[in-house]
């Protein structure tokens, strides 16, 4: 009993010094400031938009500022650029010079922004988190002029602003811990733009005479992204 008893102070220091670490560790990201992350998309149209509009790509770029002790819930700021469809084509400069030709790209583009609370559960190497944002999406339709090197001009050809609001979710799985945690960075994005005037593939028909008609399209614009990418803590 004597022997059994004189093992417990050094079983107790091998416990603390097992805990130290870990109990570090825990303080460390209890003062974790927040996270700075982006990641591509994949756009997907829903509903009334999947009728005329395939599917798109593009980056995000997003960060959160934590507002409670451990990060549960924080203040996120989100944004994306996504293309939806594009086309190229070869055109002369001019009817007074047809021997330059230059190429005419044309891109659908949608870039939004939104600000708004994030639930973050989890302070170990997985992290659950959803968030809801509330901000803009701006549809633009862009045709430029160039060669293979240079553009040398631009022009948008239709626009529109709509309020936007968002629901998102994701899980991050802790990929390096060196200097500060990097996770990879997986989520679900849905986007609800509502009623917009927009431009698809083949929207701007050039005529004979050398005139531009477009034809833009108005209906529902709501579209879910699929993200892959990284975060860093901030600390």
């Excluded at 220091?13 to 990641?39: I, T």
């Excluded at 002029?145 to 022009?155: E, K, L, R």
């Excluded at 989520?187 to 005529?207: D, F, K, M, P, W």
């Amino acid at each position: 009993m004597i022997r059994r008893s004189g093992r417990l102070p050094w079983i107790l220091c091998s416990l603390a010094l097992v805990s130290l670490p870990l109990h570090a560790q825990g303080l460390r990201e209890l003062r974790e400031r927040g996270q700075f992350g982006g990641g591509f998309l994949l756009a997907v149209p829903v509903g009334e938009f999947d009728r005329f509009v395939n599917l798109g790509g593009g980056v995000n770029l997003f960060g959160v500022f934590n507002l409670s002790p451990g990060g549960v819930l924080g203040l996120r700021v989100n944004g994306s650029v996504i293309g939806y469809g594009s086309s190229r084509e070869p055109r002369s400069l001019s009817q007074t010079v047809p021997e330059v030709i230059v190429d005419v790209r044309t891109t659908n583009w949608i870039t939004t922004m939104g600000l708004g609370p994030q639930v973050t559960l989890g302070q170990g190497p997985v992290r659950v988190y959803s968030y809801g944002t509330v901000g803009f999406a701006y549809f633009s339709t862009v045709s430029s002029a160039g060669d293979h090197a240079h553009t040398f001009a631009s022009s948008t050809n239709l626009d529109d602003w709509r309020f936007a609001t968002a629901l998102g979710g994701g899980l991050q799985f802790r990929v390096a811990n060196r200097h500060r945690p990097v996770y990879l960075d997986l989520a679900v994005h849905g986007q609800h733009n509502g009623r917009t005037r927009y431009l698809r593939s083949g929207g701007i028909e050039t005529r004979p005479d050398g005139s531009i008609l477009i034809t833009p399209i108005e209906s529902q614009a709501n579209l879910v992204t699929l993200r892959l990418g990284v975060s860093v803590s901030l600390f």
